[in-house]
Structures are given as C-alpha cells and as structure tokens.
C-alpha cells in the first residue's frame, strides 16, 4: 500500500472506483473527481494554478495497491478562515467497495507522516460532520482531540454541526 500522485497507472481503477461513487452516491454529494479531468486538475491545484477564489494549493495523493485504486487524500497547505471552520487541512474518501476494512484508519495515519515529511505543520485540523461516525472513528484513532462543534451552513439554507479535531504531529 502506497501513496501516489494521481496518475496513469492507477486511472483505469479510479474509473471503477468513481462508478461506486456515482452508485453510492446518487444524487448526493460525490467524493470523487471526474476520471478525465482528475490526474491534470490534482497537478493545477498543487501548483496552485487556476484556483478559484478563496482556494489555497493543495495535494492529491491516492492510495493504491499495485495498480488499484484505494482511497485518496487531499492536503491543504494553508487553512483560511473557510476551511478552520469546515475542511480542515486534510479531506479524505475511501472507494465504496473498500470502506470499513481498516483503509480509512490507514489512509489517515499515512497522510499524518506525509505532513510530517513535507510540510512544517506542528499540528493538523480534521473535521467532519457530526453524524459521520466513521469518519470520527477515523481521526479520533490518529490521535484527533475535539476541539468544538460548530454550525455551518453546508449549503444554502442548509445547516449542519461539524466537528473540529486537531491532531499534533
Ligand atoms: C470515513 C471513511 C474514510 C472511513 O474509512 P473506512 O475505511 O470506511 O473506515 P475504517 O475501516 O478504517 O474504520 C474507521 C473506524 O470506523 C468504524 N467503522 C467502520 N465502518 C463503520 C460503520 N459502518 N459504522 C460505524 N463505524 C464504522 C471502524 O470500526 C473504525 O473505528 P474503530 O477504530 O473504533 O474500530 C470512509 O468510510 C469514507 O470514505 N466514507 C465516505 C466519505 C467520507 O465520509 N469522508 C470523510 C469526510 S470528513
């Protein structure tokens, strides 16, 4: 099990994994980016080219195994005032047929040691809605202490309490 950028290898993979994602996740919010637009969009977004407004330069690693896809993360490398209050310095998804194996926990603890090897955090902030257990589960065995929970507006008229962990590295 390895990070990597999203790339050529492991794309025919994600392409299934983001099937799962639209099957799952019907009429939902998807976790996954398009298959055709995922290897340049996580190139432009870590180079910080392109970004909309208000958005920081971030990294895409995905979680692979040979060449299949996993999971993926996402590293902010700054927070704004947005993602203090949702989004934290780092999101994650594990692929709908692979949840709830142990991938998550994993994924996490790994995207914990890239930040230790290639960013100056002295602590990170998770969050994640409240409701979402396993994503709780996930941060609070990497170590996350709660900070608070908040109310966000998730979308328009929408409101939703998130919880904020933070971790130290
Ligand atoms: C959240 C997510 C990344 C967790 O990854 P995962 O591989 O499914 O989780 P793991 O198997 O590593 O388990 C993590 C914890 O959740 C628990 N868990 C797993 N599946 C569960 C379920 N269906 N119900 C309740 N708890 C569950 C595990 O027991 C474990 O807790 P423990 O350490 O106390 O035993 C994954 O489920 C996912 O991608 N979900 C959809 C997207 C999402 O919510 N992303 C996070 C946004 S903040």
Known sequence: ????????????????????????NKGELQMLIHPDIAIARSESERKG????????PAT????????????????????TPS???????????????????GYGKLQLAMALDYCREHFGFEKVLVTCDDTNIRSAKTIEANGGVLQDKIENEI???????????????
């Open 1 to 24: 099990m390895e990070f990597v950028f999203p790339c050529e290898r492991a794309l025919d993979s994600y392409r299934e994994a983001y099937a799962e994602d639209i099957a799952v």
């Open 60 to 79: 895409t690693l995905w979680l692979v195994e040979g060449d299949r896809f996993i999971g993926r993360v996402n590293i902010r490398h700054q927070l």
């Open 49 to 56: 080219e392109g970004l909309p407004a208000g958005y920081v």
């Open 83 to 101: 993602l203090l209050r949702f989004g934290g310095h780092i999101g994650y998804t594990i692929r709908p047929s692979e949840q709830g194996k």
């Open 155 to 169: 979308e328009p008229g929408v409101y939703a309490l998130t919880r904020r962990y933070w971790i130290e590295l």
